[in-house]
């Protein structure tokens, strides 16, 4: 069992940035990966960036070169870096981890960017 608790939402002017965590307990040893995922009102929920537990990342192609995913030394806190932020990344944003092949949600985190 993984439990992930997510933080560093809010709200923040287009072209700022903000930086979500996602904190990991329980069998963090088992965790292989970790994915943000978002998702806007009335639409799906979109995968947006992930890393596995060798380091490789990979991006979505709409935030692709403005926003980073990275995990702490100990591979227990995973980050997404989102800068230069569009009205259109507004979403609730979920962190997933794929641990002993079971995936582990977090409770989401609310990300508004408006003027």
């Known amino acids: 069992q993984v439990q992930l608790v997510e933080s560093g939402g809010g709200l923040v002017q287009p072209g700022g940035s903000l930086r979500l965590s996602c904190t990991a307990s329980?069998?963090?040893?088992?965790?292989?990966?970790m994915d943000w995922y978002r998702q806007a009102p009335g639409k799906q929920r979109d995968w947006v960036a992930g890393?596995?537990?060798?380091?490789?990342?990979n991006y979505a192609g709409s935030v692709k070169g403005r926003f980073t995913i990275s995990r702490d030394n100990a591979k227990t806190t995973f980050y997404l870096q989102m800068n230069s932020l569009k009205p259109e990344d507004t979403a609730v944003y979920y962190c997933k981890v794929f641990a002993a092949a079971n995936a582990y949600w977090g409770q989401g985190t609310q990300v508004t960017v408006s003027s």
């Open positions: 329980g069998s963090i040893f088992s965790i292989t990966s």
């Open positions: 890393i596995t537990n060798r380091g490789t990342t």
